[in-house]
C-alpha cells in the first residue's frame, strides 16, 4: 500500500507564497518521478512542474520563473515552493508518483487546496 500526502496548502494574498510538501509512504521500492498538477474549478486538471524519471526538472510555462520544485529522496518527499502567486492559480494541487511498489504505477494524492485571493 502506497500513500501520497500533501501538505502545506491554504490562502495566501496575491504576490505571496506558499511551500507544498508530499509525502510518499508505504511498501515503496524506488520512486522513478514525483511532480505536481493542479485543479481549478471548472477546469481540466493540468501539469505544473516534475522531476522526470531521467532526473530532469520540467515547469508549465505560466509557473516558470515562480514555482520551484525540490525533493528529499532519503524522506520520499517532493516539495513545491510557491512564489509570486496569482490569482490564477488558484487551484486543488495534486501530488503524482512514478512508484516502484510490487509493481510499477502512477499514484496520486488527495490534493491539498491553494488560493489566492486578497
Known amino acids: 500500500q502506497v500513500q501520497l500526502v500533501e501538505s502545506g496548502g491554504g490562502l495566501v494574498q496575491p504576490g505571496g507564497s506558499l511551500r507544498l510538501s508530499c509525502a510518499a509512504s508505504g511498501s515503496i521500492f524506488s520512486i522513478a518521478a514525483m511532480g505536481w498538477y493542479r485543479q481549478a474549478p471548472g477546469k481540466q486538471r493540468e501539469f505544473v512542474a516534475s522531476f522526470t524519471e531521467g532526473g530532469s526538472i520540467n515547469y508549465a510555462d505560466s509557473v516558470k520563473g515562480r514555482f520551484a520544485i525540490s525533493r528529499d529522496n532519503a524522506k520520499n518527499t517532493v516539495y513545491l515552493q510557491m512564489n509570486s502567486l496569482k490569482a490564477e492559480d488558484t487551484a486543488v494541487y495534486y501530488c503524482?508518483?512514478?512508484?516502484?511498489?510490487?509493481?510499477?504505477?502512477?499514484?496520486w494524492g488527495q490534493g491539498t487546496q491553494v488560493t489566492v485571493s486578497s
Open positions: 503524482t508518483g512514478l512508484i516502484v511498489s510490487g509493481g510499477r504505477r502512477n499514484y
